[in-house]
């Protein structure tokens, strides 16, 4: 991981995460793209088998609310999904990066913007619970040097922020929570990105 | 494995199981999730080959008696099922597993509410038998610490449970069973969550 | 292995099979289940290449030998058929379960009953012919233990039972068979189970 | 492998080989089996992967040499076959018994009978070619003591067995070919087998 | 890696990247190639996974700004596409050919011609951002030997230009980039090669 | 390897090409055939990856140049194309087989015959070109051995050939080619095979 900065939330389906490496935390950045296709998700980025499981809850956590989060279900089975995670060499694992990849996955489907200047980390359940994650310590310093204003994680991780000096958390909005939905009301706009897709559907597909 | 806490039954396919682990018992929890689809399975929670198979002898049962259990049978066919093991990261394996992935299924499909403070462990057979675990000891004790009052497993489980002193399983009902339909008698209950899922199904599928 | 007892014959699909152990001979469990599909083979219970290479060999004998034994040949492209040999967590392998698999499929497809009180061993090809198999003294032993009253196996295996003493062999009467049809003949009784499936059929499918 | 001897030509798909091991030669049989369905192609018997490109390629072979066979095309996308060597827990490996699975599916295909007493040995390549294979000594002597009466190899495998005593071969008839269609012409007797299949197809599937 | 020359621009889909290799830089082709078919994707030349992911990247990144990019939707469905990095026998890896293959698909599918001796190297991500990559040294000195005269990377590896003595990028102009968009501007000229591909398609598929 | 000889031209899809082995240089055979199918390709012979490469190269290239060469489009999706290189039980790999299986991709897809004593070696890519390849000395002698008399290889071995004594090339003709066409233009002759495949087709399909 080299380290990054922050980069703005211009575009739908980039969000950003924070992860701990063995040199340090870093910021990473979930990008996810839809084109029209019959529902087929890839998965890139060097990711191993737990974050990829991660994706696919998320997809699935959304899938099973697409009412209530404002998502026309007919996307999932007529366009294709794409998450990358740069860069494409490291290797990245780890549950960490739940929240965030729901929440690039929620922006594209629904094309709304991201809250600015915004970093995330926890993991998430089918049922949209959110766990807390390792290197806490790690994470907030690099969301501090990355330009990071406010970061989503888990209630239970709210001790491993109060053990950290107030000079490393100044400046720094730290947004608790619980389930999934909370995180969607923190990150998610209502502002819509600029230049949406407009989606366009088939009839419903019937098999015959 | 974190030692958790008995969570409520708010939401259908939510079943708390009972684990050994290296460091003692501890509870733990199946979620499932429907979403429109095709039939596909999905199985994530790190789960080895033996908890695969495990789920998907469940899901076998659950087709052959869905008539029995209330299912209808098109939800096997037009919807997708994903079964999640939190956490996402721990390695989880073994059949002990069985009856809570079946209980967890069998709500989902019906919408029906899991009887309140209940865990259970028992491995399943295709046929619908009840088979011994091991671990008990540890896992009575995970039950208390999580705030469990029921627990459902095999009958010749019993004579483990006996061996335990009465202070440790005092508080607890033991619901000893040798069948799939007496564990969802005891679990299942006739009550629907709240805002159960509405399954539309298009017309019976032909090939044509 | 446990050393298990016989269990009766009242649900279609469950026969009873002998097996070697390093630890001894102990009986096993074939079960079988059938669910509206579309053809889908499901194997479960840790069982290794050549034991499911036998359930395959199995299946293709009675496809093509249907009418003989009074199947009806749609089931096997418009329903599921999933074959589960507990316990699922230990490994199982070799090709003397040959014959009992191929009864349960058989019983399953006809939903006749099983005879009572019968276990079997014995490999299966596919144009029917039966191949003796190993560790028949210690098959015999465990059939003994288990209750069992009649066993199925090769003629080729008759000198292997007639090295044992006739104290191990008394109240034991042994079928011995060079075709999957005597098999058949001995282990299936005319007479169907309680509540059998009653099959229902979408018309053959035309891939129109 | 135990030392099995010949059992006679009765069966369609039934054919007689010949192979090395490393405690001397054997004959095996090879077992072919059709079932209505949709082209599929089974391998059983713990085949290698040199094995089960031979198959691959006798079945090519005859798909494009059918109509001089006499082969309705139709079976080939509207019954599944299925090739099985028994014993299945034996491993079995390399391209010798490629003519022997090609007059095994050949004899299914056209259930045409086997000539009596026969067994053979060879390669084949994609273009009809019949290649000179090893352990002609050990082979010999298996199909002997197996009661075989005529032989098929390649015309290069001549000379290995002009290198053994004539009172090793006294009694067997030779037949050296160069191409399949000699094999052919040697193996498969105009006569059809009791009880022929009668083949079914539907009309030319189209994808409309 | 043989050390090779530039060869031209005649071509849709052929496309000169930069290699660092452990016995220093050489210009790659990327040849990309169209037939009609159902949107296969086929990937050759002994690619590493992380190399694959950056093709599968660059055809996502197309296909979700196929319209301001001039490409017909339809291509991506109605024809397959072929990608493949000679010398065969040569492993690689890496994500630095990432513009590489996007600028090669990208010609490909517009059929216009690619700017005249120009090579480049850079990582790209799915949002459309072009990264910087190691060996910039090695790669100019290939370049220069190969007759490139303009060269794309990112903006990030202008330093590393910069560390590099004039006399090796004489002659050498660089194209810094942040975005595929750049990258595209600078490489696929208007002219379309010359007997360009004529798509032909039929009407947008229904399922039905 | 085997040394082999020539083997004439009388079939279609039947090609000799130069192989070297640590043992010498030999001849080899591709063999490919088609039959009624739906576009599958099915590679035999214990290829290596890169030769698998190389095959499947090949097809995407005789795909995109069907016109030119002549090949009716449609019969890349309704025949199954299969290639085996004898002998099946020897691993064989590399790029150096290229030209050679596209030569007798073209030769089954025309049914036009191969040049009499011809045999050839190197790589192809995408783009068409050919690439030199190694042993070539060891190559000529084989194929001298095998009474070849035309020898088609990249103009950048023609060094390697000069670099050969007179005495062992004399008799022989080298084509010394850069690009695929020139392979095909010397290698494929304007006259048919002997009864020649009727090619038949259904009209082209649609996905309705
Ligand atoms: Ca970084
Ligand atoms: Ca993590
Ligand atoms: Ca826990
Ligand atoms: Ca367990
Ligand atoms: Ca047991
Ligand atoms: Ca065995
Ligand atoms: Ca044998
Ligand atoms: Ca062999
Ligand atoms: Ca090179
Ligand atoms: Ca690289
Ligand atoms: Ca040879
Ligand atoms: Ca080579």
Redesign the interface.
Known sequence: FDKDLYEGND?A??VTGLAWTPVGGDIL?I???????KGVL?L???LG??MK??A??AL??L??H?DEIGID?RV??QY?L???V????VPKD??SA?ITMLVSMASIFTQRKIKKDLAMTG?I???G?V?PVGGIKEKILAAKRANIKDIIMCYKNQKDVEEIGEEYTKGLTFHYVNYVEEVIEVALLEEKVKKPIVFTF?ED????
């Open positions: 575009l389906g980039v950045f990008e996810t793209n839809l084109s029209k296709g890839t890139s980025g060097q088998d737990v499981e991660s696919v809850t699935s956590y899938k099973s697409a279900y999932f089975s294709d794409h998450i990358h740069p860069q494409g060499a780890g549950p739940g993991e359940t089918l049922r619970k766990l088939t597909k019937k098999d015959c």
